[in-house]
């Protein structure tokens, strides 16, 4: 019951964190340890970093999802260890261990390619890590190969209306601002609003609000552009 509140916490945290959901996914890890229950343990140690790295704690997160991972290993559950290692390379990266990070979404990409499970969470949960990685490439200045995983992932996920996509797309409008592709950053970002209001993703809203109005101005000096920027 308490791994299963705990996820619940974590999930919803994730596009709307708050300090307020940590001790009662604090609580989760504390019983799941005084009943010596390694699943529920793993998985409320996992929500617990999940939940971390969406706040930005990312020595925290990591803290944690070693923790989780150390836990899960001698369980045989390559889904739940594909997860902990997804969210750990996540917040590898959160902390700017670029090498690290990769390391650790190769390895959770290349075990959810061996065994897809289809559900809609997962595919989710798949492209954000796909996701994550092209967000590296291309802070490496590797830009066509994450351009590949941006696509990958926003097939992950088409025709889905979930907050990932979103973040897939505002992620997307960031790199090609970065590779100096203006005109393509602004569409993007456009369409990321678009999606962005239907899906109530408010961050990620005015987050490309910012990347069109850079990429807008940018491309023409804009006056108007400039000042959405403040």
Sequence with gaps: RWSSVARRYALAGIWDPSTAHLPILGRAVDRAAARGDAVSLALADFWVGYHHYGLG??????AHCERALLTAQPLGNVRLQAQI??????????ACEHGPALVLLDEAIGMVRAD???????????????ACRGWILADLGRFDEARELFEESLREVAGVEHPVYTWILSSYAVAALWQGRMEEAAAISADTQRVSTRVRTFYMYAKTVASEAYARWAMTGDADAALRLV
Excluded: K, N, V
């Design 57 to 62: 704690h990312s020595a925290r997160a990591i």
């Design 85 to 94: 290692r997804a969210t750990l390379g996540q917040a590898r990266w959160q």
């Design 116 to 130: 897809p499970d289809g559900t809609r969470e997962s595919m989710a949960a798949f492209a954000y890590s796909l």
